[in-house]
């Protein structure tokens, strides 16, 4: 334990470093990113040294999220590259990310800079956040450029970053106010609120609010060895949902300070996989209740330009009710579970600018959590995570290079006698380049730039993995991954052309190995997972995305593609008939694109999924082989201004040529369906 108390020890120091040092400073600057042609930024407020990207991110923001006919961030992040969403059908159906195939635990998840966590499965149902209130998606592989974050943000191989809305306000207004309105298919009715308040001139407050009510019934087609024979309707897949949010954010001099109160409470109903040998027969009824809620706050100061502070703590609470009942559904076991997650979380962060082209950071981070159900022979876990990161990073003319060590210590207990996993305590590196050749020089290539990346991170096992009653291994290894990355992002201004304005490419070749992977699959019943080891693979991949911007008349127009090539092998046992085999549901080839335009007061968007053929089971045999599928969207928005509001009105086609699909095996996706959004703002 005496890293524990070192480390602990180190947090609280800084904090009274932080108390007893008072620096005032000029209020910090206001840029917009000019990385991403695709970015529509009003305003953000840097609060540090502007760094240059190493490790590049995708992502959505501003009118493209919008405009985007998509109903969660997770139907937003399919069209990234490198991704694979498993979607268990309809809106209510749990959706989760896969990154670049090393597993959905091995994503974190960030709401406005801190992590979403669950201890008792390691994931988090993307599904449930609504892009109401979201003004940009991020995705990073590996992690982000800027050394100045929590140790959290090292810990992952990969990173999704939600940004909520911001407040900004123009001359002499103080109150912002978005009425929403949504309706559409499977008898779904959305309304929210989104109310802005400037209290003062460095105090803006925020409140946002939405219901979502669906019944989830949508037509669907089964297939049997000779094709599609029948018509059904999914059923038991309505949803209840209530989100309500309320911020408050301070401008201080040279910093910046928020707090968040997250509220999610939910019904729904789990339709289950389809019984495709006798359709129709059984009907799901198995239901789940849920309440997320959580506070968090962050506190960011330059007290100079040597040194600078970024403070975040969270308290969260999640309670979840599952209700199997044979009696309504004959295919099921009795079940009627409840569980409750307690988290507790500080993140110390410090930054030290050596030089103007040096920079070392230090960040400790304290988590605790704890699991409480009414299992039988349940040992009521508890979950101590310290986790510190030492970074660096170098920025000179044409390069630029980025180093990090984290150290992860957990230790976990146990309220009644069957023992646990005890303690574990691990060191994983990280180091990423990047070289812009032509820096300075002028021309059509001065923003080219090459990069590298090598990453090596530690996951330890979830609650569920380790303690569940009769399933849970106490004996379970941890995963470790390993990623190497080699990639080119070239960015053309011309100067010389009538229509282009803009083009943007990037490409990364990239080669993952997972010792020990824990793959989580659906058993009968949903709720509960069968937890297989695959040992050891290897993935192999290619992603290749290309954004250009276009000036044609009046008419701005954007267009965005992505490709993903990936080759996932089980290497487990060397003498299996399936050795090699690729990895269940990762395609070897997948793609997005969208097409925007805008003239005046209309817009439109297009936008298009592929995934390619996949395997069900690392078993690559006919029986488990999956089809490719394809999906096509469309919207159509117009504006009007009336005195003092504006009117957005905007009609979607979703599935516009009724693929009939799957994107896990047995849960069937909606057909052609529509949604009719109106939009009133103050």
């Known amino acids: 334990m005496n890293r524990l108390t070192a480390t602990v020890l180190l947090c609280l120091l800084a904090a009274n470093v932080l108390a007893q040092t008072n620096v005032s400073a000029p209020s910090g600057k206001r840029t917009t990113s000019k990385l991403d042609s695709m970015q529509h930024i009003k305003e953000v407020i840097v609060t540090s040294q502007l760094q240059r990207t190493i490790i590049p991110v995708q992502k959505l923001s501003g009118e493209q999220l919008r405009r985007l006919s998509v109903h969660s961030v997770a139907d937003a992040m399919r069209y990234f590259s490198g991704v694979q969403i498993k979607d268990y059908g309809g809106i209510g159906g749990l959706k989760t990310v896969n990154i670049r195939s090393l597993g959905t635990n091995h994503t974190g998840v960030f709401y406005d800079g801190i992590e979403l966590g669950n201890a008792q499965n390691g994931v988090v149902d993307l599904g449930r956040f609504s892009l109401d209130n979201m003004e940009s998606v991020q995705l990073y592989n590996g992690q982000k450029s800027n050394i100045f974050q929590p140790a959290k943000d090292f810990s992952s191989a990969s990173a999704v970053y939600m940004q909520s809305r911001v407040p900004t306000f123009k001359p002499g207004k103080r109150d912002n106010?978005?009425?929403?309105?949504?309706?559409?298919?499977?008898?779904?009715?959305?309304?929210?609120?989104?109310?802005?308040?400037?209290?003062?001139?460095?105090?803006?407050?925020?409140?946002?609010?939405?219901?979502?009510?669906?019944?989830?019934?949508?037509?669907?087609?089964?297939?049997?060895?000779?094709?599609?024979?029948?018509?059904?309707?999914?059923?038991?897949?309505?949803?209840?949902?209530?989100?309500?949010?309320?911020?408050?954010?301070?401008?201080?001099?040279?910093?910046?300070?928020?707090?968040?109160?997250?509220?999610?409470?939910?019904?729904?109903?789990?339709?289950?996989?389809?019984?495709?040998?006798?359709?129709?027969?059984?009907?799901?009824?198995?239901?789940?209740?849920?309440?997320?809620?959580?506070?968090?706050?962050?506190?960011?100061?330059?007290?100079?330009?040597?040194?600078?502070?970024?403070?975040?703590?969270?308290?969260?609470?999640?309670?979840?009710?599952?209700?199997?009942?044979?009696?309504?559904?004959?295919?099921?076991?009795?079940?009627?579970?409840?569980?409750?997650?307690?988290?507790?979380?500080?993140?110390?962060?410090?930054?030290?600018?050596?030089?103007?082209?040096?920079?070392i950071a230090l960040s400790n981070d304290i988590q605790y959590n704890y699991l409480d159900a009414n299992l039988t022979n349940f040992v009521y876990p508890h979950r101590l995570t310290v986790l510190s990161a030492l970074a660096t990073s170098v920025q000179l003319q044409r390069f630029s290079a980025q180093a990090s060590l984290l150290h992860s210590y957990t230790h976990d207990y146990v309220d009644e006698t069957g023992g646990t996993t005890g303690t574990h305590s691990k060191i994983t590196p990280t180091l990423a380049l990047s070289y812009r050749p032509f820096e300075g020089v002028g021309g059509t290539f001065d923003q080219l730039s090459l990069r590298a990346f090598y990453k090596k991170i530690y996951r330890m096992p979830t609650f569920n993995d380790l303690y569940y009653t009769f399933v849970g291994n106490k004996s379970l290894k941890p995963e470790s991954t390993t990623q190497y990355d080699i990639g080119a992002t070239l960015t053309l201004q011309p100067r010389k052309t009538l229509w282009l304005r803009q083009a943007y490419f990037s490409t990364d070749v990239y080669y993952n190995t997972v010792d020990n992977k824990i793959v989580a699959m659906p058993s009968s019943n949903q709720f509960r997972w069968t937890m297989m080891n695959f040992g050891y693979c290897q993935i192999w991949g290619l992603d290749v995305s290309a954004k250009l911007d276009w000036r044609i008349s009046q008419v701005d127009v954007s267009t965005h593609a992505t490709y993903t090539w990936t080759r996932a092998m089980d290497k487990t046992e060397p003498e299996s008939e399936f050795y090699g085999g690729q990895l269940p549901y990762i395609p070897w080839h997948s793609g997005s694109a969208i097409v925007s335009a805008a003239w005046r007061q209309w817009s439109a968007n297009y936008s298009f999924i592929y995934t390619g053929e996949r395997y069900e089971s690392s078993a690559n045999i006919a029986e488990n082989y999956s089809q490719p599928w394809y999906t096509s969207d469309l919207s159509l928005t117009r504006e009007f201004t009336l005195r003092k509001f504006t009117l957005r009105l905007t009609a979607e086609v979703n599935n516009i040529f009724n693929q009939q699909y799957e994107v896990v095996q047995c849960y069937p996706m909606p057909g052609t369906n529509f949604r009719i959004k109106a939009n009133f703002i103050l």
Request: no cysteine; charged share 25%; glycine share 6%.
């Open 177 to 359: 106010l978005n009425v929403a309105l949504k309706a559409g298919s499977f008898d779904t009715f959305n309304p929210s609120l989104l109310w802005e308040h400037q209290l003062a001139e460095h105090l803006r407050t925020q409140l946002s609010a939405e219901w979502m009510t669906t019944s989830g019934k949508y037509r669907f087609r089964y297939a049997k060895k000779n094709g599609y024979d029948t018509t059904e309707v999914r059923r038991n897949g309505d949803v209840k949902a209530l989100r309500a949010e309320a911020s408050l954010y301070g401008i201080l001099h040279r910093g910046n300070w928020k707090g968040k109160i997250y509220l999610y409470n939910s019904e729904r109903g789990y339709p289950g996989a389809a019984v495709r040998e006798e359709p129709g027969r059984f009907s799901h009824q198995d239901r789940q209740w849920d309440t997320n809620l959580f506070a968090q706050a962050s506190f960011r100061q330059n007290f100079s330009d040597f040194y600078s502070l970024l403070l975040n703590a969270k308290a969260a609470y999640d309670y979840l009710h599952y209700l199997s009942d044979p009696r309504l559904d004959v295919t099921t076991m009795y079940t009627d579970n409840t569980y409750r997650q307690t988290e507790l979380y500080f993140s110390a962060s410090h930054l030290f600018n050596l030089r103007r082209w040096w920079n």
